[in-house]
Each structure stands twice: as structure tokens, then as C-alpha cells.
């Protein structure tokens, strides 16, 4: 089993900046790639950008170009660094892991850009 634990949502203002933490805890050793996905109101939940064990990376392309996902293997953490928000990110943003043939979730963190 894998625990993720999300931080760093907040309200911001359109064009600031957050960043968002991911640390995984329990049997990490097992964690192939490391994510994140958001969903919006009304909306289905949808990838934002996903990392590999090793750095590769996927972005959806409403990220690419204002968002950079980074993972510190050592300790287990994926990051999100979000600059230039818009209205239009305003979700909650879903840490995502998967291993061993399985998908792994933490709780949400809520993202409000106020225009």
C-alpha cells in the first residue's frame, strides 16, 4: 500500500504562482510513475503532468510552459510548480501514483485563482 499526502493549495491571484508537494509514505519502493491530475467542477478529472522514476516527463497542454513537475526520489516527494495561473485552473489537484499494477490517490488539494 502507498499513502499520499498533498500540500501547498491555496488561494492566488491570476498570474501568481504555487506549488504543490506530494509525499508518499508506505511501500514507496513499488512507485513506478508520480503525478498529478485536477478536476474542476461539473468536470471529469484530468491529467496535468506525470513523472517517471526516471524524470520523464508528460504534460497535459494546458500545463506546458507554465507548469514544471519534479520528484525527489530520496524522499519520496513529486512536486508541482504552477506559475502564470489562470481562472481556468481553479480545481482540486489529486496526487497521483501508481506500482505493482495498481493507481494510488491522496486526498486533494484545492487550487482557487481569483481573476
Known amino acids: 500500500q502507498v499513502q499520499l499526502v498533498e500540500s501547498g493549495g491555496g488561494l492566488v491571484q491570476a498570474g501568481g504562482s504555487l506549488r504543490l508537494s506530494c509525499a508518499a509514505s508506505?511501500?514507496?519502493?513499488?512507485?513506478?510513475?508520480m503525478g498529478w491530475y485536477r478536476q474542476a467542477p461539473g468536470q471529469q478529472r484530468e491529467l496535468v503532468a506525470l513523472?517517471?522514476?526516471?524524470?520523464?516527463?508528460n504534460y497535459a497542454d494546458s500545463a506546458k510552459g507554465r507548469f514544471t513537475i519534479s520528484r525527489d526520489n530520496a524522499k519520496n516527494t513529486v512536486y508541482l510548480q504552477m506559475n502564470s495561473l489562470k481562472p481556468e485552473d481553479i480545481a482540486v489537484y489529486y496526487c497521483?501514483?501508481?506500482?505493482?499494477?495498481?493507481?494510488?490517490w491522496g486526498q486533494g488539494t484545492q487550487v482557487t485563482v481569483s481573476s
Open positions: 497521483y501514483a501508481n506500482g505493482n499494477y495498481r493507481a494510488y
Open positions: 508506505g511501500s514507496t519502493g513499488s512507485i513506478l510513475a
Open positions: 513523472i517517471t522514476r526516471g524524470g520523464s516527463t
